[in-house]
């Protein structure tokens, strides 16, 4: 049976105001974030980050911040003269609005050497990535992308996808329909957000989102939709599990990411679904409890068990 767990996309400097003009550091990403979360509550020694890194001083940093946390990067490839996106959080109360510098990233060669990108994924039970990691590509470097995603999982990985929806990021809506409903071709589990697939496919409802890609033949899915319950179908049987409500929270940003890691790390556990979705709500309610994408580890772990 395959071992570790690999999600595959751009991790990026963050920035997160503080008081006055004061601004704060650090990493983020959409399936990093869903990964760190996953490294907080998983039981697996073999973790890794796939991307593309630069050789500057902040790469060098975020490598070294994702060794200290037992992340590795497999066999990600090092770009000459490369170095990272860079993201900056504005909050108004707790809603967040983000302003990117990112057009050069490394990451957006991840798929450059796509020898290197088959051996990170190889021997992995779980896979995961997202409509982001796609957006980042371009067209040629996504075809090598979703081809390795299928080869691993016709050798026993699993696929975990959530479409992420960000029209900045794609020429236009109808190459975002044709890419995202390919790689849901080859997904296990998908785990969309409902205002996403609202936007993008005009779905009516969460269970039209969910009906839309069983048909499509994913056998599990995860229909996030912000503070309100999470929709759940799996192999056709579908219910409810409610969120965990916070008065008061302090910071959106990465809430969606963290449910994904809690809920893919509570069947990674051998946890049914909606035990899993429960516990996922839990864990997207102490994030946004903390300000910036990545909750500690121990505040993950408690949030997890509750």
Same mark, same amino acid.
């Given at each position: ?92 109360? +707790?809603?967040?609005?983000? =302003?990117?510098?990112?057009?050069? &990233? %490394? !990451? $957006?060669?991840?798929? @450059?050497?796509? *020898? ?22 371009? +067209?040629?470097?996504?075809? =090598?992308?979703?081809?390795?995603? &299928? %080869? !691993? $999982?016709?050798?026993? @990985?699993?696929? *975990? ?146």
């Amino acid at each position: 049976m395959a071992a570790g767990i690999v999600a595959i996309g751009e991790c990026m400097l963050e920035l997160s105001g503080q008081s006055g003009h004061s601004w704060r550091m650090g990493f983020g990403g959409d399936t990093f974030n869903t990964l760190w979360t996953i490294r907080a509550l998983s039981e697996s020694d073999n973790i890794d980050y796939v991307s593309a890194f630069g050789d500057d001083p902040f790469s060098k940093d975020q490598i070294a911040f994702l060794q200290e946390n037992d992340i590795g990067i497999a066999k990600s490839p090092i770009i000459s003269g490369a170095r990272p996106g860079l993201y900056a959080i504005t909050l108004k109360g +707790a809603e967040r609005s983000f =302003t990117y510098w990112r057009s050069d &990233a %490394a !990451a $957006r060669q991840l798929a @450059s050497n796509p *020898a290197a990108l088959a051996k990170s994924l190889e021997q992995r039970t779980l896979v995961y990535f997202s409509g982001i990691t796609l957006a980042i590509l371009d +067209a040629p470097s996504r075809r =090598t992308l979703l081809q390795a995603i &299928a %080869a !691993a $999982r016709t050798h026993g @990985s699993h696929i *975990a996808f959530d479409p992420n929806y960000r029209p900045r990021l794609w020429p236009d809506a109808a190459t975002a329909r044709a890419v995202i409903d390919e790689a849901l071709k080859i997904t296990d589990i998908a785990l969309p957000t409902f205002s996403d697939e609202q936007e993008l496919y005009g779905d009516a409802s969460p269970e039209a989102t969910a009906q839309r890609l069983e048909e499509i033949g994913v056998a599990e899915i995860v229909v996030k939709n912000g503070e309100g319950a999470a929709l759940i179908s799996h192999y056709e049987d579908m219910f409810s599990v409610p969120a965990s409500h916070v008065a008061e929270p302090l910071d959106t940003t990465g809430a969606g990411d963290a449910f994904n890691g809690g809920y893919l790390s509570a069947r990674l556990l051998g946890l049914p679904p909606r035990e899993a979705a429960r516990r996922a709500h839990h864990v997207a309610a102490a994030v946004v409890q903390i300000r910036g994408a990545l909750a500690p580890f121990d505040i993950l772990q408690l949030a997890f068990d509750l």
